[in-house]
């Protein structure tokens, strides 16, 4: 891909022909001239990068599917959602256990403990069953 802007070429080379013509006692200014177009030219490419880049996010298109990597790939499968339940689960497990208790005693203990081992379990399983269906979808677009 040529990254080469034909604009700042052409601004380029009147500045050079500008600073032949008039001498080097408007070569500050010139440059000066040229260096902000430069910039804007930079800004106005990085912002429609970043604009590519929230559209490919907000669409949930990955526009480079080979350049993932493992880590990347089996936290976007899953893995990650299933860690942040496990956690979530024993982080609320200790005062949902302790309100349990004492309301219901060793009963509503074990009905809260089989709660958080049930939603776990399920994400689990559900995870486990979907994730090979849902990496064929992700790879399949539309915009491709």
Known sequence: MDTRDPELKKD????????????????????????????????????????????????GVNPRPQQRTQAQ??????IGARLGLAVASLVLAIPLSAIAAVNAGNTGLLVCWGSIVAVNALQASRSWFDTGDRRERKQTSDWD
Not at 32 to 53: C, G, H, N
């Open 73 to 78: 790939s089996g936290f976007s499968d899953g």
């Open 12 to 59: 380029l080379d009147a500045t050079l022909q500008t600073r032949k013509e008039l001498g080097t006692e408007y070569e500050s200014e010139l440059v000066e001239s040229f260096l902000e177009k430069l910039d804007q030219s930079v800004d106005r490419r990085v912002r429609r990068q970043l604009a590519e880049q929230q559209m490919v996010v907000a669409r």
